[in-house]
């Protein structure tokens, strides 16, 4: 299954299927990506990073690949479990100076896992 | 592990009370934010601060001031509670490298009636 991000914020997938959640960002300047969880009654929770200079980097289960190009993010998920079911966010670093490093958030795709 | 926390999961409040939100981090690190969360909205950032004493306006202050008086705490306050601040407010923190992502509390979830 694929998705939008910001288009399509469900994402059905059968267990045991990859997921594919996708995200467009806005600002070309951006140099960090996140993708973040977040579970039902919980805050996010960080999965992976990838910086601007990198096109991919693969995690335990989860692969994150950046297209600079056309300025898109997406999130792999191998072997979709129960487990994976939640709110998916992308965020970009835009840098708002001061040392802090603050996230702009996309608005996220609830994964579902089906039987 | 890294840990932030907030002082409530739930709370209810009436219109035009002040309203202060906690959040406490255990990691030294430099920078910590206050976002609020809405269905259809996603994460919207109130204010940040990366030092004690230091902050900064979010995308959407308006309402909100925000106190860091030491560097482990940082309290979002509301002056005078509206219905519209009704919300789930999260609070995370990152090192100032930024090398890493930020950590998020587990929310307070804020209702003004």
């Known amino acids: 299954g694929e998705s939008v991000g910001l288009h399509l914020p469900t994402l059905s997938v059968q267990e045991g299927d990859n997921s594919i959640i996708n995200c467009a960002y806005s600002n070309s300047a951006s140099d960090y990506f996140i993708w973040y969880k977040q579970e039902s009654g919980k805050g996010p929770q960080f999965i992976i990073d990838i910086r601007s200079n990198m096109d991919k980097r693969q995690g335990q289960r989860v692969t994150v690949l950046l297209n600079k190009t056309v300025k898109h993010l997406s999130l792999q998920i191998a072997a979709t479990q129960p487990g994976d079911s939640a709110v998916y966010f992308c965020?970009?670093?835009?840098?708002?100076?001061?040392?802090?490093?603050?996230?702009?958030f996309g608005k996220g795709t609830h994964l579902i896992i089906q039987p | 592990d890294v840990k932030v926390t907030q002082s409530s999961r739930y709370l209810v409040k009436r219109t035009g009370e002040k309203v202060f939100l906690e959040c406490v981090q255990d990691?030294?690190?430099?920078?910590m934010f206050w976002y609020r969360q809405d269905p259809g909205l996603g994460l919207r950032l109130i204010y940040f601060?990366?030092?004690?004493?230091?902050?900064e306006k979010g995308d959407i202050p308006e309402g909100y001031s925000v106190s860091r008086e030491k560097k482990e705490r940082f309290s979002l306050i509301l002056e005078s509670a509206s219905t519209n601040q009704t919300s789930m407010y999260l609070c995370?923190?990152?090192?100032?490298?930024?090398?890493?992502?930020?950590?998020f509390g587990p929310g307070t979830r804020l209702t003004v009636t």
């Open positions: 995370a923190s990152s090192p100032q490298s930024g090398a890493v992502g930020q950590y």
């Open positions: 990691m030294d690190h430099e920078n």
């Open positions: 601060s990366y030092d004690v004493k230091m902050k």
């Open positions: 965020a970009e670093n835009i840098g708002r100076g001061g040392g802090a490093d603050g996230l702009t």
